[in-house]
């Protein structure tokens, strides 16, 4: 059964960095056919890609964002950090964490999501 | 890149067959079969109901179905039912390798 977990701050100030941690199980991020990616949803907004990272290291980031993104592997196996520059009121929104094959354009798992607000 | 075009709205009575189309250009919906759909209730995370265009994930009803046509790609749910008001948004890949989500189509059930 494959689960996918969001954690970090709940509030960051203006112009800090945020940095969100996918903790996930069911399955290995040691093939270039599965990925993570992150994704984004601003209250009563639509949802926004943000970044994906497969196994083998292969990374992609929106090209409005791709400045201030990083996307990693974290220090245990079943982790991926993404870090947010200069975040802003605008980022104020739910991020998810998903699941991905390579082959198949749709994320078929999601964590339950992680509000982020960004308020001095 | 720019996101992909929903019309804000669709609705339908119960039994009915509803349409959402996906607008975008050739550097997505145009130039790959690698379209998805997600289905959101309030409160709730995306749901995947239709990917590579006209696939559907296990246990996904086949009231749902999709379908492409140059740049634009559709949902259709057929035996429309009080259960799929949600929101539902369409995604594709890119040439940049990346990937675009739509605007986002609240479907309502009268």
């Known amino acids: 059964q494959i689960t996918l977990k969001e954690s970090g701050p709940s509030l960051v100030a203006p112009t800090q960095t945020l940095t969100l941690t996918c903790t996930f199980s069911g399955f290995s991020l040691n093939t270039r056919e599965v990925g993570v990616a992150w994704i984004r949803q601003p209250p009563g907004k639509a949802l926004e890609w943000l970044a994906l990272?497969?196994?083998?290291?292969?990374?992609r980031y929106c090209p409005s964002l791709k400045s201030r993104l990083t996307i990693s592997r974290g220090t245990s196996n079943n982790q991926v950090v993404l870090t947010m520059a200069s975040v802003d009121p605008v980022d104020t929104a739910t991020y998810y964490c998903v699941h991905k094959f390579r082959d198949s354009s749709g994320y078929g798992y999601w964590g339950l999501g992680h509000l982020v607000t960004v308020s001095p | 890149q720019s996101a992909l075009t929903q019309p804000a709205s669709v609705s339908g009575s119960p039994g009915q067959s509803i349409t959402v189309s996906c607008t975008g250009t050739?550097?997505?919906?145009?130039?790959?079969?690698?379209v998805a759909w997600y289905q959101q209730h309030p409160g709730e995370a995306p749901k995947l109901i239709i990917y590579n265009v006209d696939s559907r994930p296990s246990g996904v009803s086949r009231r749902f179905s999709g379908s492409k046509s140059g740049n634009t790609a559709s949902l259709t749910i057929s035996g429309l039912q009080v259960a799929d008001d949600a929101d539902y948004y369409c995604?594709?890949?890119?040439?940049?390798?990346?990937?675009?989500f739509g605007t986002g189509t609240k479907v309502t059930v009268l």
């Open positions: 990272v497969y196994g083998d290291d292969d990374k």
């Open positions: 995604s594709s890949y890119t040439s940049r390798t990346t990937h675009v």
């Open positions: 050739s550097s997505d919906i145009g130039g790959y079969n690698y």
